[in-house]
């Protein structure tokens, strides 16, 4: 190995330490913050939200070391990967260390510790997120995407932790048995630790991108098409969405009052447009296969869906595309569910959307 290689790796390696010390010390953040919570401990509290500062100025130091070791080896493939990734994870380590500091914001706003069964949920949430960090963490010192894969695949029951958090807050609420103040301070640290399971992901998929060049592929969308009796429009608009954008999302429909068939001239147009025809009879939303908090989007054909589908999950969007015209000849209806559709598939995904 010559003179020149030899730098570069040792530059290399000194970078991947002083992002690794960083991640450690924002590790250990979140630590404090989780006993300032169950504990009040107010001084280490101050103590947390001071050492916030040191946090960002170990930051700084990791860009300003990334922008130097640009100028100096002027890297390409894999080495030019590996520092934009680091600037990058900089970014994400920087993020969490607020959140920490947040957290411990906001736990001194709490005259005591949360009750039971929020504690408890909190304690769970709070080590799946530093449980994540410490996997990304761990993936990206051994340059791993495979260990990174893993982490990613950990992180799955998110979703049902928020849900479950949320819905005791809720529960608290209508108790009123807090002062609102504090439900407020509680549903802050509830979004700052969903937010560093999120942190913890990116640095996954940029530990991903250091070690194989792989880029995070588009989201597909989770889209449900609702009318009331799943008959005719919502059944010709997933299938619409499968022909046209087959790769853009995950497609469903069904209705809050479903009929017994399908309405008579939807199979023979089906078929003779070549349309990609899931449905076999109409269905109702307790038949779906998910359930409506895992929808990105909820499509009405049939105006405002509410009262049929009842409360819609925080984050499912939900579009209303009926113009009075879901009893109109298939061609006409079609035409205007493709131009609607194409408008949205656009919206998410780009002009490029598959």
Same mark, same amino acid.
């Given at each position: 190995m010559s003179?020149?290689e $030899?730098?570069?790796?040792r530059d290399?390696?000194?970078?991947?330490d002083?992002?690794?010390?960083?991640?450690?010390?924002v590790e $250990?953040a979140?630590?404090?913050a989780?006993?300032?919570?169950?504990?009040?401990?107010?001084?280490?509290?101050?103590?947390t939200?001071l050492g916030?500062?040191?946090i960002n100025?170990?930051?700084r130091?990791v860009?300003?070391r990334?922008?130097?070791?640009?100028a100096?080896?002027l890297?390409?493939?894999?080495?030019?990967?590996?520092?934009s990734?680091?600037?990058?994870?900089d970014?994400?380590?920087e993020?969490?260390?607020d959140?920490?500091?947040?957290i411990?914001?906001?736990?001194l706003?709490l005259?005591?510790?949360?009750?039971?069964p929020?504690?408890?949920?909190?304690e769970?949430?709070?080590?799946?997120?530093r449980?994540?960090?410490?996997?990304?963490?761990?993936a990206?010192s051994?340059?791993s995407?495979d260990?990174a894969?893993g982490?990613l695949?950990?992180?799955?029951?998110?979703?049902?932790?928020?849900?479950k958090?949320?819905a005791?807050l809720?529960r608290?609420?209508?108790?009123?048995s807090?002062?609102?103040?504090?439900?407020?301070a509680?549903l802050?640290?509830?979004h700052?630790l969903?937010?560093?399971a999120?942190q913890? !992901?990116n640095i996954?998929?940029e530990?991903?991108?250091?070690?194989?060049g $792989?880029?995070?592929?588009?989201?597909?969308?989770?889209i449900?098409? /609702?009318?009331?009796?799943?008959?005719?429009?919502?059944q010709l608009?997933?299938a619409l969405a499968?022909k046209y954008?087959?790769?853009s999302?995950i497609? =469903?429909?069904?209705?809050?009052?479903?009929?017994?068939? =399908?309405?008579?001239?939807?199979?023979?147009?089906v078929?003779?447009?070549?349309?990609d025809?899931?449905?076999?009879?109409?269905?109702?939303?307790?038949?779906?296969?998910?359930?409506l908090?895992?929808?990105?989007?909820?499509?009405?054909?049939?105006?405002?869906?509410?009262?049929?589908?009842?409360?819609?999950?925080?984050r499912t /969007?939900?579009?209303?595309w009926? !113009?009075?015209?879901s009893q109109?000849?298939l061609? $006409?209806?079609?035409?205007?569910i493709?131009?609607?559709?194409?408008?949205?598939?656009e919206?998410l995904?780009g002009e490029?959307?598959?």
């Open positions: 003179h020149y $030899e730098r570069l790796e290399l390696a000194d970078l991947k002083q992002v690794l010390a960083v991640g450690a010390e $250990e979140l630590r404090c989780e006993r300032v919570v169950i504990h009040g401990d107010r001084a280490l509290a101050s103590r939200i916030d500062n040191r100025r170990d930051i130091e860009d300003a990334c922008h130097s070791f640009v100096r080896h890297p390409s493939a894999g080495h030019l990967r590996f520092v990734s680091v600037l990058r994870i970014l994400e380590l993020r969490i260390g959140y920490a500091a947040t411990c914001r906001e736990a706003q005259e005591q510790p949360p009750p039971q929020l504690l408890s949920d909190f769970v949430m709070s080590a799946h997120g449980n994540l960090l410490h996997g990304a963490l761990e990206f051994a340059g995407a260990l894969r982490t695949g950990s992180a799955k029951p998110q979703r049902a932790m928020v849900r958090l949320f005791d809720v608290e609420g209508e108790r009123r807090r002062p609102l103040k504090e439900l407020f509680l802050i640290v509830l700052r969903e937010r560093v999120d913890a !992901k996954c998929e530990t991903i991108f250091a070690a194989t $792989e880029t995070k592929p588009p989201k597909a969308y989770r449900l098409f /609702v009318d009331r009796k799943n008959d005719r429009a919502s608009a997933e499968r954008y087959p790769k999302g497609y =469903l429909s069904a209705g809050w009052e479903p009929a017994d068939r =399908l309405a008579p001239d939807l199979p023979e147009f078929e003779r447009s070549g349309l025809f899931a449905g076999t009879r109409p269905k109702s939303v307790a038949q779906l296969p998910i359930e908090v895992e929808l990105d989007l909820i499509v009405s054909l049939d105006g405002d869906p509410r009262p049929g589908l009842g409360e819609i999950p925080f /969007v939900v579009l209303e009926d !113009k009075g015209g109109a000849p061609d $006409e209806l079609a035409r205007h493709a131009a609607e559709l194409r408008n949205l598939i919206l995904r490029h959307a598959e």
